[in-house]
Structure formats: C-alpha cells, structure tokens
C-alpha cells in the first residue's frame, strides 16, 4: 500500500484548497494536495464575474468601505449568517486582492476619465479620477450598494486560478491530480488523513497528515440541471458526513438560477433580462409580467427561477429531449448590442447550441447554482466534530452566506477563507503533534478495498449506478427545487430512502479496472444519496421561507422560530439524517430587518433576545 | 436531425491485462442541440459503462476535453454533432500519456512544463498587507490576461509536428507562457534569464514553423505572434551574449 504522510493534507486544490495550502507552506509546514482533476480545472476557473472587496478606487466605488460591504453581505443571507464571520471576510477582502495584485493576478485598473456604461438598458457616464489610476478598479454586481467586484476581465477565476497555481509551484507544494479521497481515516474523535483512489490506476492509496482540509466546492450535481462541473458532486461533503460525528450545516440552503442552457445548464448571463430580453413559453409568448407586473423579466433570480417553475408546471413549457424548458428572447436586441454588449451570451449560444442569438431563441430553464450549504466548521474553519479536520470555500458552511449568496462574494470566500483558515490551521499544527492508528488506517483500507470488490464482483445487487443516480436527481428536481411545499417533500423525502436502499446494491457493468469511471461513481453514490436526504429533510423541517429556501406553504421569513442553522448528522447505520439546530450568529451586528428585495412578511423575533445579542457601540 | 450517429472510439485499457489497442463502433440517434459531452456520457451512461474519457466544466473553459474529433485536436465539450458528418471517430491527443480510452494525462505533462519554465513571478518585493497596491496600467494588465487564456487543454502541443518528434519540445503552450512572464512588469527576470530557459533547440528554436498550433488553438490565442516575439527578443539577447555585452 503506498502510504503518504504529511503535516497538512488539502482534499481538493481549487482556489480555496490551495490558497489554505500555501499558507502552510509559507509557514514552513509540508503539504499535499489531491485534485480529481489538474489543479487549473478545478471549478473556481469557470467563475468569470469577480471578487467583491471594499476597496472603493473606482468611481461608483467611491465612500465604499468593509462596513458597506458586511451590511451587503448579512442582507444578502436573510440574516442567516453568522455576522462573525461576515465581518472577518469583509475586513479580510481587501487586503487579500492586494496579496493576489502581489503575487501575479492581473486585475483590472483605473483608468482615468470620462467613459460610460449602461444600467437597465439606458446609457449613463462616470468619471475616474486621475489620483486613482493604476489601482485596482470594480465593476457593478447584484445585491451590492456599491461597484465592489474587483475582477480580470471575463475571466477572473481562470486568472485567479493561474496565479494560485502558479504559486504553489514556486512554494514546491505537491499538488496531485487524479486522486480521489473516497474516506476519511479517524477514529471518532480524530481525524489522521484520508483513503484514496488514484483515477490513474484505480488502486488505493492512504494520505495520513496532522490536519485534513476538505475544499471541494459544492454539489450542484445532486441535481440533473446544474451549472456546476461534473466535479462539483458532493464526494468531500459525503465523506465528511459519513464519519457520523461532522454535519452538514444549512443543507436545504441551495441556490438557483434562472437561465441556464438547455441540455448543458451552462450559465447565460441575467445582464440578457437587464438588457431587455423577455422569456417566453412554448407558444412564444410572454409571461413573467403575469405573475410579477411591475418587474415581470427584471425581478430577482429567486423570483424569475420560480415563477419559471410554476409556468412550466402549468403546461406552458417547451418540451424536448432534455426535459422541459423556456425559451429566452434576445433577438429584437440587434446584432450591435448582441455582438458588444452580450458577447459572451453570444458565443456560448454558437459555441454549445449552434443558436445565433440574432434570429433564434434559447432554451433555458432553472438550474441549481450555488449550494451555501457544507460542512459546518467554526470561524477557524475546523469542522465540527473531529480535531483536525478543516474545510474552506464552496463546500464549507463557515457560514458567511447563510440563505443566499451575493455575486461576486462565492469567488472572494475561497481566497478569503482559504487565508483565514490556513493562518488557523498553521497554528493547530505548530501546537499538534499526532500519532496515527494503524489499526484504523488498516480496517478502513479494507472495508474501502471490499466496496471496491464487491462492486466488481457484483456481490450487491444489479441496480445500475448511472439510473439510482439519475432518480436522486430527478428526486430534488421534482421535490426540491426552487419551491418547496410539505407534499411534495414528504413525496421526495420518500422517494430518496427507496433510492437509498437501492443505493446499497450496485452492482457495475463494466469489469471496473483502470480509470473506471463507473466505480467512481457507484463509490460516491451512497454518500449522494444521504446529502440528498439532508436537502429535503432540511427543507421539510424549516416551515419559513428565508433566502433561496422557498416554502410556498410558510411564505413567511419567520426570525421567531427560525433564526437558526440546521445540522444535519448521519450516524451509523441510520437510513435518514438526525437534524439539530443551532443559532445562526452568536451575535448581531445588524439585528434582523428587511432583505430589500423578493418582499414577504417577516414573522418577528422576540426583541428582548435580538436586543441581548445585539453588541452595543 | 433524425440522425443515427456512428462513433468509431479508440480503445485500449493500460490496466487491463487483456486490453489490446483497438477502435470499436458504437450507435447513438442524434437530438437537438448535441455536443460530444451529450453523446459520450450517452455512450458510457447507456451503452458501455467502461468508456473512459474526462470532461470537467463542459463549458469550454477548463481545457479537461481535449481529444481528436475526425482527425483534429479540439474540446469535445464545444464540439457539436449537428457540424460533423455522421461517422465521428475519436482519438485520445498523442504526445500525452495515455491512460485509458480517450483521456491522456496532460497534468503531469503541465506541471512538469511549470517548473522547466519556473511559471510564477520572480520578484524580491515583499507584500506589505497595510500598503495600497503597486500600480499597473490597464492595458498592460490587460495584456498579462490575453497571454493567460490558455486552457491548458494540450490541443497545440498535439497538434505540433516538433513535439510529435522529440519529448523535451517545450510547445506553444510553454513558450506563451513565458511570454506571459516578460510582458508582466512584476517579474523581474532579466532576458538574459528567460534565454536560459527557452534559448535552445527544445524552446524557441525548436519551433518548424508549421503553424498547427495556433491554428487549432480553442481559445484562438495568437501562438505563433508570442513565438515570433519571443525569437526576435532572443535572439538580440544571443548577439549580445555573443558581443559578450
């Protein structure tokens, strides 16, 4: 058995993992990190928005400052977050873009004069001061009460990416790809490292170190309509849950987004409906202004995701081969707006539809975005539950999120936390020294060995691991998706356990050698299923509606009942997830109030108890 | 539509002892909008679950998909059926280790490329956290991120008659890289440097010519413009090394 040990090991080497990577190098410490895939294909390159930091050079910036931008980012999560940590990421912003600005990222600057730019489809114009050329400029994003998004044209996760990598090349850090952590090694209280399969070979591998860190961004792809990668599968959050002792916080806590393209659910931008383009159903007509008269296209993500939804459920969507969907109407824009201003929308409508965006419509429909739910860590970013065990980024619930989550601020956490976090776990590991068990390292290669060969061996049962799975995604799609509503949870919820049970006997077709794609997945399914089961056992429990979690039969963002934060544990053996709650913040900066947007009524907390936690200035 | 695509697909299984290098007919009914991320998850979900191949983002922005469509190197991802005729053969990219099917092992190869090129700013500057950043102009940052588009999807390098020759070919993807480096005004590497690096037979001299490079480029990057400049910036450091200046 090849066996690695050593001081910090790094499951997943997206921006997040290797930025917590690179603070352990610095600090002197040996690091590994696994990638199922080159480190610069990890999911944080497809990001191409930005990262929000309040820097405030540019003009629209200007007056900007953290507080602005922690006011933006609790508003932001429906007072789910814990303020704590919202005000760490938000001091921390700053200097980290700087950092990045250091190390190579080549952000867009200042520059100074007069130039225009367009809201809602008029024209308006801006002047730069010529003191602030050079420095580093934002553009405007959702949600923000300023231009904060500091970015590298349309591509600012790829750049961000490049340096991060580019990085620890210099630091010598080991960074592996093809390796797949299907287990974590501990025993209950511990955690000494992690059981891996190399997708080179196939064969099993143990990484032991001091501390473990998961970063393996989030799992859009419980879904069957995702923008996420095929990677974004939810295999670091599953291992972490099935220790039995480490949570999933929040896990009903899943965002959506309106436009994806169908079949692939790869992303066309909202600036389409800013701009002036209309949805449209299977008879070519219009229907947003029915359901939302004032906004009708241009009310929020949430809002459009759902009423899709529901004009797709009454029958009005175009069927095909991929499901149904919408279409998207950009045409009467002309081909100088499309060939300018929406260009990106433009090629991806060529590249990956053979559409031009000019004459034809696109298909869209709703697809899971972004899941704020993770492994429930402190504000150190150790996981709850076992000493040692870290987590940052996507598949984190640090919790600076909390129901919904600003653009602009997913790309910014994973650097932001990864800095944060890495100065924690320098720390726990110059205060740490360990021994490993090779008595557990030892029964979990084995039990990991016989999954392996049972799967081969077919010993299970024949269920074919690519249909359970497509069943769990239909599942969510079906019951929990953008609205939620007792009866079909409870039909969802019912559905996942027969799935789970099925999910206990794959039996492969092919002979699962090599860089078998299908172990792969048979390996992760169970662990799917179960996260599955925490979103609608999650979703079920919260009878409110806060954020992205829609109940059409609580339409109410109740604080008086639930100002809280789900934790969903798995223990041993069980076929459902025990749910515990605990409070969203251990204080306010901001006490609860208005989300600005998407309206409902908020049922109130008791004031005395929000006045208690309130921290007096 | 209304097609019955045919897929003629390489086969071999490097740990599989009974596998033989192979190609194998598969048949699939073409749908709208198809791309060959649709149709190979199709195969492998439906037809034969031992199908290796990788995508990642299938959005044409990780470079995961390389592979050769009817006898080109070209992302998988953004190649649709409807464009190609209806037999589709597909190979894995040469140079690259092949690991199985249609997946070769172009992050080994990538990362190795890193450290021959020693890709990262070479600076004695410290970060100073309580300081405003250093300035830049924009178009020079701008320029910094046209040279750092490059997927790393290995399409060029396939594609490129020298590195088909000889393994030690650093290939465009290397050379723009370092491109990337000189135009970056953080980097402090002096030519004479960067001549160590690529001054020889297996950086910029290596070079035919031949153009395949840039012409198959996904991302349209203008490979042989960074290959010219980097020649001419070159090959004024060798005379002046020669002149013993």
Known sequence: MYTHTSDLLVIGAGLAGERVAVESALAGFDVVCLSIVPARRSHSSAAQGGMQAAIGNCAMGEGDNTDVHFMDTVKGSDWGCDQEVARMFADTAPIEMRRLAHWGVPWNRVVPGKSFYFKGGEKFEKFEKPEKEGLITARSFGGTAKWRTCYTSDGTGHAVMCTMDNKCAELGITVLDRKEAISLIHDGEKCMGAVVRCLRTGKLEVYLAKATAICTGGYGRLYSATTNAVICDGAGNAIAQETGVVPIGNPESIQFHPTGIVPTDILVTEGCRGDGGTLLDVNEERFMHIYEPEKAELASRDVVARRMTEHMRAGHGVKSAYGEHLWLDIRHLGDKHISTKLREVDEICKNFLGVDARTQLIPVRPTQHYTMSGIRTDKTGAAYGLKGLYSAGESACWDMHGFNRLGGNSLAETVVAGGIIGKCIVEYLHGTETTYSTAVINAEVKRQQQRIDDLIAGRLGKENVYKVRAEMQEALMTGCFVFRNEKDLLTCIETLQGIYERSGRIGLVSNGLGANHEVAAALKLRGQVRLALGIAAGALARKESRGSHNREDFPARDDKNWLSRTLAYWPENADMPVLKYEDATPHFEIPPGDRGYGGGTIIQADPETIAAKTIKR | ?245
């Open chain 2, 1 to 245: 539509m209304g097609r019955t695509l045919k897929f003629d697909i390489f086969r071999y299984n490097p740990e599989e002892p009974a596998s033989q290098p192979r190609m194998q007919a598969f048949t699939l009914d073409e749908t709208e909008n198809m791309t060959l991320f649709i149709a190979l998850n199709r195969l492998r979900e439906e037809q034969d679950p031992g199908l290796i191949f990788d995508f990642c983002c299938r959005a044409g922005i990780c470079g995961s998909c390389g592979m050769v469509v009817n006898g080109r190197p070209r992302l998988a991802c953004q190649t649709k059926t409807k464009d190609l005729p209806e037999t589709i053969t597909l190979l894995p990219l040469p140079v690259f280790k092949l690991i199985g099917d249609l997946s070769v092992d172009t992050g080994v190869w990538f990362r190795e490329m890193y450290q021959k090129t020693e890709s990262w700013i070479h600076t004695t500057k410290e970060f100073d956290h309580t300081k405003e950043e250093e300035r830049m102009d924009n178009a020079v940052a701008e320029q910094i991120y046209e040279l750092e588009r490059c997927v790393e999807c290995g399409c060029c390098i396939a594609a490129c008659g020298t590195a088909r020759m000889r393994d030690d070919f650093l290939g465009a993807a290397a050379l723009n890289r370092v491109a990337r480096f000189v135009v970056d005004p953080r980097d402090q590497r002096t030519d004479k440097e960067y001549f160590e690096i690529i001054g020889n037979d297996y950086g910029i001299f290596g070079c035919m010519g031949l153009l395949a490079c840039e012409d198959i480029c996904p991302k349209n990057l203008p490979l042989q413009n960074q290959l010219g400049f980097l020649r001419r910036k070159m090959g004024i450091t060798a005379i002046k090394q020669f002149l013993g200046k």
